[in-house]
């Protein structure tokens, strides 16, 4: 009951994706007394499955240690969509993928569980003991009771953090339009004032804007707004 509560209160919250594989680090943990506990996340994109978490320090193979969806036991859990329990000798089995960064890869017992959202496979969660351990039907139900209801928040997680980069790029793409309407706006100026070809007036506004260590934008934009003034002034001598 308190294991379903608390992953109640996670599956309702608004954790980030590195909070959620945090919490599924912690009850996984709880639930197995494992000696580690590594969490992988399937890329859509690539068809790999990618480290995201790990219970033991792993800041090097974080977001960069990958297998293709069917490598490796945690490759064939996650095609599967299956569990994988070694009691012992893991490295032994014939599906077994071993990576020299890994100390958990010298471990004995391993079991292996999917993490399931809305009925399909979206990463798998690993559990390591370095003696043997033959492991319970309870130890097993409770990991893919995590597994299965985690998945839901890692879901919700994975969402959000791709509606936010998506959203950076929008406005990345924005800022360098901006950018781009502000140099050729000077481009043009320069070119008007000084009888420079467009490229020479791009080359020009380059090696200003590096000599006095600004960006391209400001110079263009100060270019024009002495522009702007020199319009003014004259036009109020005009006048008088």
């Not at 509560?5 to 994706?17: A, D, F, M, N, T």
């Not at 943990?29 to 859509?44: F, G, M, P, S």
């Amino acid at each position: 009951m308190d294991l379903l509560h608390r992953v109640s209160q996670i599956v309702s919250s608004e954790l980030s994706l590195d909070e959620v594989l945090g919490e599924v680090l912690g009850l996984t943990v709880r639930v197995t007394a494992c000696d580690a506990c590594l969490v992988y996340l399937i890329e859509k994109d690539t068809e790999e499955v990618v480290l995201r978490a790990s219970q033991l320090p792993h800041a090097a193979e974080l977001g960069s240690l990958r297998m293709k969806v069917g490598e490796g036991i945690t490759g064939w859990v996650a095609e599967h969509n299956s569990v994988v329990a070694l009691g012992s000798r893991a490295v032994d089995d014939s599906r077994f993928k071993k990576f020299t960064g890994l100390v958990e890869d010298t471990y004995q017992a391993f079991l292996s569980v999917p993490i399931v959202s809305g009925g399909e496979t979206i990463g798998v969660v690993n559990v390591h003991h370095r003696q043997p351990r033959e492991h319970s039907e309870q130890e097993i139900g409770l990991v893919k009771f995590v597994g299965e209801q985690m998945g839901n928040a890692i879901g919700k997680a994975k969402l959000v953090e791709e509606n936010q980069r998506l959203s950076a790029e929008a406005e990345e793409a924005r800022r360098e339009l901006e950018t781009r309407k502000v140099v050729e706006r000077a481009k043009g100026i320069l070119m008007r004032n000084h009888g420079l070809t467009e490229e020479e007036s791009y080359l020009r506004l380059r090696g200003e804007a590096r000599r006095m260590r600004r960006t391209m934008k400001e110079l263009a934009e100060a270019i024009i707004l002495a522009e702007e003034l020199s319009k003014t002034k004259a036009g109020v001598e005009e006048r008088a």
